[in-house]
């Protein structure tokens, strides 16, 4: 039987996956902002513009969900988080609250022209200022950089999420929802041109994912051992990567034929699986190697109540995106 | 200063810049959703335009809160980790239903501002209810959360350590419904009193813009009702808060020594050393009829407690000046109601108009006197009598440097806002026709 404890950490994993998805892609937008270039320069800000805008705020509620449920049901493993990473969780903020506020100020602003070029480029770097900053956390946590006694962290504040691996991983996270972002914009036209523009980023894109995956692999074998054993050694290991492995190359080869729905499926496939084999590895920790789900986890009657609240809200919360999703990504574009 | 200061500083600047955008959040949709319906039933096409201007002005206004409110999430750890550590399985559940009503929040929000011609009149107008539902029920949630940090309940405490935890005790705590109704009534009366004040100020210039009078009338359709019933709710709190949080009471009236018939004091500069309150206005026996329903009823003193807790003397401050925006504004709604019933709902006079213009920030400013009170009130303590903050607080150094970081990005953020804000006025009918003419 399967604790309470391990069925919401397994609900937070599914939020975090989701944000990656959906919220991750937004913040690939912003790179691609930046990144805009060519002929078509600025229909490509604007294809990015207007496929972000109505969802980008839903979107970002999953990592208020993740981090909600991380405080209630785990709150030793916050509170150790929360010391340690300080400095990173900062920066991350500051990228969160910078990319939402300058997207919706250039967008809303009644005098475009005057403030567009400021408020594009703040929202393009904190695009990648977030969720550089995200990845980074997410290392560390795994590493073992952070070390808890008594519920106090004991590593300082630098030390736990400076590092090449650290780094590389928030590099990875940069380019995977990079690949993610650019892959889901071949969708948002039907103009053939910029669905090419497109095509070419994500191919690009998929690429730097590849090579920062190798990155990363290479730096754990040095700075995280534990993690990269159980990786490459469990049970249900081979599986996992064979998928991952597949669904990239798939994603890659439907890009080549411009199946962009079928690269839109094996993209978030790829991206899910990653996040599920990495999760599978820091199995049974949050905080490797001092803290654990079921040690961290809140007495069982505030998580047996924070389960059923979420199956109650799921029946809320699911139609409500189905028909968000309807409306705007049906895939009756329009055209930029 | 030390780190405590700076902790509590960066706390409490992002929930003073936050909360502005949570109400507006929460009051505009109602608004949007009330003008929509007139569209609906009278044909007149103001009320489109209205409803899409205001939906503009939301729209920044929503993106902001929801960036400024995760910043507060993350903050709650990042700044009092102690805190969330023993209360996080405690008041995580309001929380939660929190996130679940912003989810509902944010997804009809995208749907009512981007499909207009995506979906039928009828399915907007239920997208944007969806939205004022859901954006008072974030608010709800938000505030039991807060409720239980000043009245804790729905758990045992065994050697530090929270056992029998019963989330929904939590919830249902003391302090929920009267911060609640308060809370609530007040953020629709601060949104409402503010955008008033903005269609007032361009009536001032153009006195026969249908637009702008159908504005001002819905503002205040919703403000006014809000604005005669908050005397009621916040005497109801002030019973509560007696009941509960006497040490807080006796600061906010600075009430030092313990007595019977304690008297109301209106305004007055209270001196701790002597503890005695000078140039006051009092009412005798008010604050004890105010407190227990019951003028010669015995109302705590502070030198029931030691000198060393007593909350800081802007406690008294703010609570004055809440009590004294919250009665101008009284005024102005009874002012509007007299309007009413005299001329109908769209015909103010100027002098009401300048009245209104001034009320404007005050609606915002008394929400925000009064969140001093509670929790500044609360002080020294995060979780009333049972932990206090010195002891919750991060022991990351240095907290100046992102106390001063998070203070300039919102002084920015703030600034933009109001600028971006006056623009949209300027792109509103009658100035845009005038620039028309003027071409």
């Known amino acids: ?336 | 200063m030390d780190n405590i200061l700076f902790a509590r500083w960066q706390m409490g600047i992002s929930l003073v810049f936050h909360i502005i955008f949570a109400c507006i959040g929460i009051a505009m949709p109602l608004m949007m959703v009330i003008s929509e319906y007139l569209w609906h039933k009278t044909q007149d096409n103001d009320f489109l335009l209205l409803t899409k201007a205001w939906a503009k002005g939301t729209a920044v206004f929503f993106a902001v809160g929801a960036v400024s409110g995760t910043v507060l999430s993350f903050e709650l750890g990042l700044l009092f980790p102690e805190f969330m550590r023993h209360a996080g399985g405690v008041i995580g559940m309001p929380f939660s239903l929190e996130g679940f009503a912003f989810f509902t929040e944010g997804i009809f929000l995208g749907i009512y501002l981007y499909g207009w011609d995506r979906i039928s009149k009828r399915m907007h107008l239920f997208a944007g209810i969806i939205v004022a539902i859901s954006g008072a029920s974030s608010a709800v949630f938000v505030i039991m959360a807060n409720a239980w940090m000043n009245t804790p309940t729905g758990f045992r405490l065994e050697n530090g350590v929270f056992t029998d935890v019963d989330p929904i005790a939590a919830m249902l705590n003391p302090s929920s419904l009267h911060l609640i109704s308060h809370m609530l009534l007040a953020a629709y009366m601060a949104t409402g009193f503010a955008v008033a004040a903005i269609h007032a100020y361009v009536l001032l210039k153009f006195p026969n813009s249908g637009f702008h009078k159908k504005a001002l009338a819905i503002s205040l359709f919703l403000t006014v009702p809000c604005a005669v019933l908050q005397p009621a709710v916040g005497h109801f709190a002030g019973m509560q808060v007696a009941k509960n949080q006497p040490m807080k009471l006796a600061a906010m009236e600075s009430q030092f020594k313990t007595e019977k018939g304690a008297p109301l004091r209106i305004g007055g500069i209270p001196d701790a050393k002597t503890r005695t309150t000078s140039f006051a206005i009092e009412i005798p026996g008010g604050l004890s009829f105010l407190a227990n329903g019951d003028f010669g009823s015995e109302v705590k003193g502070l030198e029931e407690f030691p000198e060393t807790d007593w909350p800081h003397e802007a406690v008294h401050y703010a609570f004055q000046f809440m009590v004294a925006l919250g009665s101008y504004l009284l005024f102005i709604s009874l002012w509007a109601a007299l309007t009413w019933v005299r001329k109908g709902w769209t015909d103010y006079g100027r002098k009401f108009l300048i009245a209104a213009v001034i009320g404007g920030p005050m609606g915002f400013l008394a929400m925000e006197f009064g969140w001093i009170v509670t929790e500044m009130g609360r002080q020294p303590w995060v979780i009333y009598n049972i932990m206090r903050t010195s002891d919750s607080v991060t022991p990351m150094p240095g907290l100046f440097v992102p106390m001063t970081v998070f203070t300039l990005i919102y002084l920015a953020l703030g600034v933009t806002v109001i600028s971006i804000l006056r623009r949209h006025v300027k792109a509103s009918p009658v100035y845009a026709e005038r620039t028309k003419e003027g071409a």
């Open chain 1, 1 to 336: 039987m399967i604790s309470l404890a391990d069925a919401l950490a397994m609900v937070a994993l599914v939020g975090l996956i989701a944000y990656a998805l959906l919220g991750g892609a937004d913040f690939g937008g912003g790179l691609w902002d930046i990144l805009a270039s060519g002929p078509r320069t600025a229909r490509q800000r604007v294809l990015i513009e207007r496929s972000i805008a109505p969802v980008w705020e839903a979107n970002h509620v999953w990592l208020i969900l993740v981090i909600v449920l991380l405080f209630s049901g785990f709150p030793p493993a916050f509170s150790a988080m929360s010391i340690a990473l300080h400095i990173p969780l900062t920066l991350m903020l500051i990228g969160i609250v910078l990319r939402g506020a300058a997207f919706t100020f250039r967008q809303y602003d009644p005098e475009r022209k005057k403030s567009e070029i400021l408020w594009g480029r703040v929202f393009a770097l904190s695009s990648i200022i977030a969720p550089f900053f995200l990845g980074v956390c997410l290392a560390s946590i795994t590493q073992g950089s952070i070390r808890v006694s008594n519920g106090i962290p004991t590593t300082g504040f630098f030390w736990p999420w400076i590092g090449w691996f650290q780094f590389s991983v928030g590099l990875f996270a940069v380019a995977l929802f990079a690949f993610l972002a650019a892959v889901y914009l071949t969708l948002e036209t039907d103009d053939r041109e910029l669905q090419d523009d497109f095509r070419i980023r994500a191919l690009i894109s998929g690429a730097v994912v590849g090579f920062f995956a190798l990155v990363t692999g290479l730096l754990a074998s040095e700075h995280a051992q534990e993690f990269q054993g159980k990786l490459l050694s469990s049970w249900w290991t081979w599986p996992l990567q064979i998928g991952t492995g597949l669904a990239a190359i798939g994603a890659f080869a439907s890009l080549w034929h411009r199946e962009y729905r079928l690269a839109r499926f094996l993209a978030a496939t790829q991206v899910s699986l990653i996040l599920v084999g990495w999760a599978s590895s820091q199995h049974p920790f949050l905080i490797y190697p001092d803290i654990r789900i079921a040690e961290a986890a809140a007495p069982d009657s505030t998580l047996r109540l924070l389960l059923i609240a979420l199956s109650a809200g799921v029946f809320v919360l699911f139609p409500s995106l189905y028909w968000l999703f309807r409306i705007f990504k049906s895939g009756k574009t329009r055209s930029v």
